[in-house]
């Protein structure tokens, strides 16, 4: 059994985290922080996992994270920074949900982020776990740079176009669609139920932060940098991301197969068959990322359509699936639930 | 392993049981018919199971559902009652999500559900499939009559005071509200999005067809007529039912001490600590039901909150309880999934 | 023209407010005040108002608010007690849309709403402001206490019953259901899309601030004190009030009739035909009450259904009914508005 | 006052017909017609319109539509083009809100609509109802073909790109998003709230009867053809259009100048201050298209956002505004209402 360690579990990644350790067979849940929870019951909290999770969160100061086999950073940015040398020190495996050690340029990462970072070294050694491009680099890892929800969708999505080098790396253009559950579990007004719902709205469009390490992700595959504009959106749902991705075409080749053959080795991308249309219910709850691609009216514009689950794919499950194969598991144990529709 | 058919795959019922055996250990899925779709897979329906369930809708003349071991009907009122007989004469153990083998009496099942009775002798032999009550029926039984989603919900809900016989039950009064999904997967104008969604009203006040069957089970529990007023209302979210209940207490006792007790043995009931509400996403996707007990104000009236999942624990799920019991399998075997929050 | 002035204009009310009377063709809207805002395009925190209202938020001690004609308090609880005495004293009428003014015993206001009251004197002084009972105070009056949300459909509702004397007054039960605008525009988590999208619970079951105001006001027109169990829930909508109320029935008599004669020369409440649901859209964005009246089963419990919309009819809406009154304009000038819907 | 006839009231169109032109000064509704509902209060469909329309439903071989000013079709495709020539031979002004007279080439129409065209000739002579655009030739004109919904909100946001002639006119991308009024109230399973609602999904990627129709405008505009990729998505929500558009820039030039001065005579398209996002709800209910204007990053890429609520602008307030134009009214009266919010 691997004994886990989670660092702020009170947002909507760390309930995510608890759902799905609760039912991995090689998982014990050691130890769950809050600062602002210790000494509370988790299923206070989080009243769904009332009979499956008996824990109290408690004081990082308490925990003896040091005693985990890996622990997760479910924290808001500049926390894990502050925190992994020491755990990767005593030899304990670190996953960061948070941006921490995403963005291999420091001096980027911290214009983006407003803040300095901590330690640029572990940044260099951190592997970014995307595993349906970085398989081999998780599995020996001590430290992952899980990717964000956006991210994930992004490039998932792009993957086979930039690999082939058949488009106009150029002007790449992600429009992208994320329920709220992506803001997090925070009190803020704008998404709130009566301002967020019966309501569609973009923002960030003059700059987001998931929009370097989108450029950093594309840019190592291509092997040059690439253009992108990336717009956000807000959709009244809970969960669900749904990236509409439009690229020029500079070769003519057929889209449907290129698409297939890449990810035929991949459990948790589905390319769905020529035509389709996924929609983000069909991933609810899981940890797959559904594809189809469309050439309409036989244009020299690609249109991709990728959609996952942002707490899942996006955030907890590929962060599990990164742990499982950090020691050695398959790759799908714990994160192979069906998704929940209607 | 128990080999499953299950009539009518089409609606709601019929994609959650197909979410739920494709996860059970001890179910080989053998055959699903519709007659609408047959010849389709089921994954081009419901996108969910792409990946999960490799099965194509079968016509029902070729299904072959007597060499299943157990045969679910999730289809509209009056196909099971056709088709029943045949299949328990050759052995197969037959449970109906719809409400054919609900009513005892026939004359009443007749008058609600506007049809002739196709098979009264089996409706006398049919076991009323709530394992909190019948739960040793049920093991021996060749045919389950599944409960409707709010007669689970009123009746756990009451239970216990109607057990204890110290309310006045004159004067039951149910006000319960659903999510559309009750409403089944039919294209109809007043479930549509635009009209169900951001709206709340109440419907079937002057009578709907739970109202018998609730009364039935009810009155059993007491050995005497009971008086209920329900009032179903339609909510803007998708799974779930919330029955608030009130009871007119005739005696002084301590409420939350006979509901810990009465369900201190169940494993899909789970009655809070005191003071709390229950909400429906506590459930969601789970056979819960959670429920939680009230006496405001130290009035003579007592208000018990109870939610489940209507597709789950008030269909699907509990099915599949009464499966594990009627073939000996632990009663939570496939059906204790960590309920989907947010 | 009559010369508005607005107090606290941050929240939902505030803009309800401004919604209305920038259509009201006898009202100069000539301050909305807000201490955090002081500055800000009204426009700019209020989206829809663009090119409608053109003002900006003052600041209170700048405001001038004793040339209004008459000053909207749309604050928190415990804002216009403080600064009622001096308006009025200047000979401003004071409208209260918090609860200051609500509750005639200052002991139980103060027990409820956990503050010392300021102004006792005018307490008493006030009018409740539920026109179909105080229409002629109002008419008069310096000071009104606008109705709670909750109050004014659950008063609404019940009125006819309880004037006739038909139902036994100690056992009412109001289960009622909120949209979630009604917990106002602040940042916190439990309303948060996330949060309280497809979801439904109770809560306050124990006590909720509405419980006094309501009992005060059955009791007034019972002539003795009510028995009131009221429990309030929360709907993933944005606007709208659905008031399902019980009363055992203690004279035989024909209920529509009755509904139908009391609502006769209302124009804002609207009894529907025998056996009709009203649903919440249809009052949405109206100061319509519409009423529905159910006898089901013809049991001697009458259920009648309530539906408002909580920002119109009750708060802003009834609000501005009100100053018609006091200024002597016609009744419905200026929020005869057409419900939208879909 | 205007006497007007609706051709076909029982769809979305038609009660938001129904529902401005009951608070249109200078209008008289002398009937609406419904195959379906004939006899029938219009009210018992719509209750929003209870106390507002006392109308019937009648007959449409019964209606005397010949008598009327002006007769809005708010039928589906292909039922005003049979019936137009008559009217229109009568002196009767018709406002077309289906496809049937918007598409002018008419085998193109044939191809998209999948029916032979019954009155090429009057395709000819109507005029499409942009007032944007066409504002001279609609005051005049005796038939209007009125834009469909997606088209208002792309053409309203692309205008002065094209005019202006700075953008690559090949490679125009619309990323569009719709609520699901847009679909019609016609019972359909998709559209269901169970199917639609906590969803996102794009749909017709491969072609859609609104490209044509946008492309066919904006070729107008730009005197030749123009290269567009149209995806339009669907939202959980009831009201509201966000167009997303892309265009690579040929000239660098100050878009937010562009676009104000573009506008600064329109009533019902506002230019937001520079980067701003609109949201949908900000014209809820209204007759108002806002756009913001960006280029993020200072890349050659113009990001245009368009919301605009697709039953008014982008149908039935658009109608009226063309009725009010070629009555020689004010363009605004009866459409001037400020947006719901929440």
Known sequence: MINVGIVGGTGYTGVELLRLLAQHPEVN?????????????????????????????????????????????????????QETEVLINAGVKV???????????????????????????????????????????ITTARLIANPGCYPTAVQLGFLPLIESGIVDMEHLIADVKSGVSGAGRKAEVHTLHAEASDNFKAYGVPGHRHLPEIKQGLSNVAGKPVG?????????????????????????????????????????????????????????GSNLCRIAVHQPQNSDTAVILSVTDNLVKGAAGQAIQNMNLMFNLPETMGINQVPLLP
Chains 1, 2, 3, 4 share one sequence.
């Open 95 to 137: 996953i960061d949900l948070a941006a921490d050690f995403r963005i291999k340029n420091i001096a980027e990462w911290e214009k983006w982020y407003g803040m300095q970072h901590a330690c640029p070294d572990l940044v260099a050694e951190a592997v970014y776990g995307l595993p349906e491009i970085n398989r081999t680099q």
């Open 29 to 81: 849940i050691q130890t769950i922080t809050s600062r602002s929870e210790a000494g509370i019951d988790v299923a206070e909290i989080f009243t769904n996992l009332r009979g499956h999770i008996n824990l109290k969160f408690s004081d990082p100061a308490e925990s003896k994270l040091d005693t985990c086999d890996v622990v997760f950073f479910a924290t808001p940015n500049g926390i894990a920074m």
């Open 228 to 284: 992108l504009t990336f717009v956000p959106h807000l959709v009244p749902m809970i969960r669900g991301i749904h990236a509409t991705l439009y690229a020029k075409l500079t070769k003519d080749i057929d889209l449907q197969t290129l698409y297939e053959k890449r990810y035929a080795d991949e459990a948790f991308v589905d390319v769905l068959p020529s035509g389709k249309h996924p929609e983000t219910r069909s991933v609810r």
